[in-house]
Structure formats: structure tokens, C-alpha cells
């Protein structure tokens, strides 16, 4: 009887035993689970949040679009404006062009034009034609900014991903006086399609284009309008602002009802201010001074609101009617 009772409690033991170390080491293997999963996890944020210099994730299909940047400088302005785009946005470019009066070590295309603005529109032919003769090959988009402009590039590839670069189109801050269907703002910058720098040199080839004014931004879009290159609307899906011929400030700050002030008297579409003025996917703003610079590159790609739930949806489709927004901005005020 003895026997039989220390065989129990010995069975006992060992199958409690058993259980025991199956329940420590079920316990250390979802520990070890839960380890990889929040390291996994946190891997996929980090990919989501990357920092200047590294390639953001993005969506696929944005991915996929080639932007060659050109920036519009001279050789006073390199080390006060230029090398802090340098130091910024430029780096996300697929390739980067600084384009000045003469060739340097910083390095800049030398494009044998005198500087001045009286001959910012000859520096604008002379750098796409370049462009055309050694870089046409290198990208599917071409955006000519300023040295004073901040681009989002992501924002930008975004915005490119939804038209095609064999259209003969072109995107930026519409304007509307002095030319038909308007022409593109190039403080905020402004892209062209690989078939619209295509029509852009042809235009110069045979004469159909000229050199007319010395408003560069206007006298590229009489050319456009020539060789019927259209401008495509690069709003957001609630017909909001991407591009910016000035800083943040003039557009978000909410104001009374009023005409239009003299920064939005040449806008193609009615205009709003607060901060319905903008887009959360917002592309360029311009005279951005070397310190906003280094701010706004912080604020896009490292301030984060801890918890925020982002609702805002790019890809939602909606119709938009600019008029109505407008007054249902200025009656909510």
C-alpha cells in the first residue's frame, strides 16, 4: 500500500513537474513573440518615418515616378540660399541640377546667361534645353524651382502619380491673367511632363516659341499654350492648394471676409484662408529663408502628434466645386 502511494505522489510530482516547465517555456516563447512582433512593428514605422536622406516608403505607385529637380540660382546666392536646399529637399530628387550663370565646383551648370532677373526666362530655355540634350532620359517629370523654394518630394511624386509623363501637361500654382488658360506660378514651382519639355524645345526649334517677356513664368506658359501643352490641377481630392508662391503664414491664417488680397489676385481658382487654404499633402511653399529651411524639413519629416489617428484619405474620391467651398469656408467664420 506504501508502495503504491509513493508511486502516485511520485507520478504526481513529475507530471506536475511536466506541466509546470511547459507553462514557463509556452510563456518565455510568447514573450519571445511578442519581442519580435513590437521590434517588427517598430521597423515598419521607422520605414514609415524616414528621416532627410533616406528614401521614404511611400506608396508604390509614387515610387515609380522619376523627378528631375532644377534649381534657378547664381553664383551670391549659392552659399546664403542654395546649400540649404542642398542640405534639405534637394537630396530626395532622383537627380538635382543647380543651374546658374556660370559653372561651378558647388557644382553648378554654367548656362552662359548674364545674370538679373531681366534674364530669368533666357536661364529657363537655356536649362531645359540642356536638360533635353543630357538628362532627358533620367526622369519622367521635370519641376524647375527657385533657390528660396521648399519642396515635399513626396508630396510631389504623389501628386505626378496620378497623370501620364507622355501627356503633353503641366502642373503648379495656376495662374490666370495674360495667357488663355493660364499659366503655372514659378516661385512655387512648376513640373513638366517628359512630352511638355519634348514640345518646349520643339517649340524653340521652329520658331513657334519666343522669347517675348522677360516674365519667365509667363512667357513658358504662352509656349505651352502654343504647343498646346495643358495644364493639369494639381489640388488634393477637396480641391485644396499644393503649391505656394509664398510662405505658410499667408495662406493659414484664418481672416475676415474680404477681397482678394494682392498674393491671390492672379489665382485660377477662388482662393481660401485659414487653413482650409492648404493640403495635408502640400508641395511647395516659396521665400523660404535658410533657418525655415531646416524648420519646415523638421516639422514634415519628424514632428509627430503621439496617438493621432490620421483621417484624412489622399486617394477618396469627391467632387468639388471651388465656389461652394469658398462660401461655406467664409460662413463658417
Known amino acids: ?16 513537474g511536466f506541466l509546470s516547465l511547459h507553462s514557463i517555456l509556452d510563456l518565455k516563447l510568447s514573450a519571445e513573440l511578442l519581442m519580435r512582433d513590437a521590434r517588427h512593428r517598430s521597423r515598419i514605422r521607422d520605414l ?22 532644377w534649381i ?16 534639405t529637399w534637394a537630396k530626395r530628387c532622383d537627380v538635382v ?20 532677373r531681366e534674364n530669368l526666362y533666357w536661364k529657363t530655355i537655356r536649362a531645359f534645353q540642356y536638360i533635353y540634350e543630357h538628362h532627358l532620359d533620367d ?18 511624386r504623389y501628386v505626378l502619380s496620378k497623370y501620364d509623363p507622355e501627356k503633353p501637361l503641366y502642373l503648379g500654382r495656376r ?10 506660378s514659378g516661385g512655387a514651382g512648376y513640373v513638366l511632363s517628359k512630352e ?8 524653340f526649334d521652329t520658331g513657334e516659341c519666343t522669347h517675348f517677356s522677360t516674365i519667365e513664368d509667363m512667357a513658358l506658359g504662352k509656349c505651352m499654350e502654343t504647343m498646346k501643352v495643358e495644364p493639369a490641377d494639381s489640388r488634393d481630392v477637396k480641391g485644396r492648394q499644393t503649391f505656394h508662391p509664398y510662405p505658410p503664414d499667408y495662406y493659414l491664417l484664418r481672416q475676415l471676409p474680404r477681397p482678394r488680397p494682392w498674393y491671390l489676385i ?6 481660401v484662408e485659414g487653413p482650409g487654404c492648404c493640403s495635408d499633402l502640400v508641395v511647395s511653399f516659396h521665400y523660404i529663408h535658410a533657418d525655415q529651411m531646416y524648420a519646415l524639413e523638421y516639422l514634415t519629416y519628424h514632428l509627430r502628434a503621439y496617438g493621432y489617428k490620421y483621417r484624412f484619405d489622399p486617394d477618396k474620391k469627391m467632387d468639388v466645386n471651388t465656389t461652394d467651398v469658398y462660401v461655406k469656408h467664409l460662413s463658417a467664420r
Not at 514609415?48 to 529637380?69: A, F, M
Not at 534657378?72 to 542640405?87: A, C, D, F, Q, V
Not at 541640377?97 to 551648370?109: A, I, K, N, R
Not at 517629370?141 to 515635399?152: R, Y
Open 139 to 156: 526622369a519622367d517629370w521635370f519641376i524647375k524651382a527657385d533657390d528660396d523654394t521648399f519642396v515635399v518630394m513626396e508630396n510631389l
Open 72 to 87: 534657378m540660382t547664381g553664383p551670391k546666392y549659392l552659399e546664403s540660399r542654395t546649400r540649404h536646399i542642398k542640405n
Open 48 to 69: 514609415q518615418h524616414e528621416h532627410p536622406g533616406e528614401k521614404s516608403s511611400g506608396d508604390n505607385s509614387s515610387q515609380t515616378v522619376r523627378v528631375l529637380c
Open 175 to 184: 495662374f490666370t491673367p495674360f495667357i488663355k488658360q493660364g499659366y503655372m
Open 266 to 271: 492672379y489665382d485660377h481658382y477662388t482662393p
Open 97 to 116: 541640377l543647380y543651374m546658374s550663370s556660370v559653372e561651378t565646383d558647388f557644382p553648378t551648370v554654367g548656362l552662359n546667361v548674364s545674370e538679373g
Open 1 to 16: 500500500m506504501q508502495n503504491i502511494t509513493s508511486n502516485i505522489i511520485f507520478t504526481t510530482g513529475l507530471v506536475m
Open 196 to 203: 511638355a519639355l519634348r514640345r518646349f524645345i520643339k517649340g
